[in-house]
C-alpha cells in the first residue's frame, strides 16, 4: 500500500507532535520521525486535533496498550486499534488486533 500522504501524530495526554509525510517521503519515515510525548493515554485528544485542523482521514492506525485516562475519542472515520499487552482493553469503535510484548 502507498499512500499518497500519512499524518503521524505523537500522543499520550494531548498531541505532543504532527508529522506529515507525501508519498515520496514514506521510505525515510523511519530515518526521519521524531517522537514525541511519553506520559498518559487520553486518546480521545486525537479525534480532537484531527477535527480542530481539519484533517479528514480515510482511516486511522491506532497504537496503544490501551490503558486509558479518559474514554476512547469520537471517531468518523474507520479505526484499527493495535493494542499492547491489554487483553482487557475493548475500544468502542473500530477492530482491534491485540499484541503479546514478546511478539516484538
Not at 485528544?45 to 490503558?67: M, S
Amino acid at each position: 500500500m502507498r499512500p499518497e500522504r500519512v499524518h503521524l501524530l505523537y500522543w499520550d495526554t494531548q498531541v505532543c507532535q504532527h508529522e506529515v509525510y507525501l508519498e515520496q517521503d514514506l521510505p525515510n519515515l523511519v530515518a526521519s520521525t521524531k517522537p514525541a510525548g511519553g506520559g498518559g493515554t487520553m486518546v480521545e485528544c486525537v479525534p480532537e486535533f484531527l477535527n480542530k485542523n481539519g484533517i479528514a482521514p480515510q482511516a486511522v492506525i491506532v497504537l496503544t496498550d490501551g490503558y486509558l485516562g479518559g474514554g476512547w475519542g469520537t471517531w468518523t472515520c474507520p479505526v484499527l486499534w493495535t493494542i499492547l499487552d491489554n487483553k482487557s482493553a475493548r475500544p468502542a469503535h473500530g477492530a482491534t488486533i491485540h499484541i503479546k510484548g514478546h511478539e516484538l
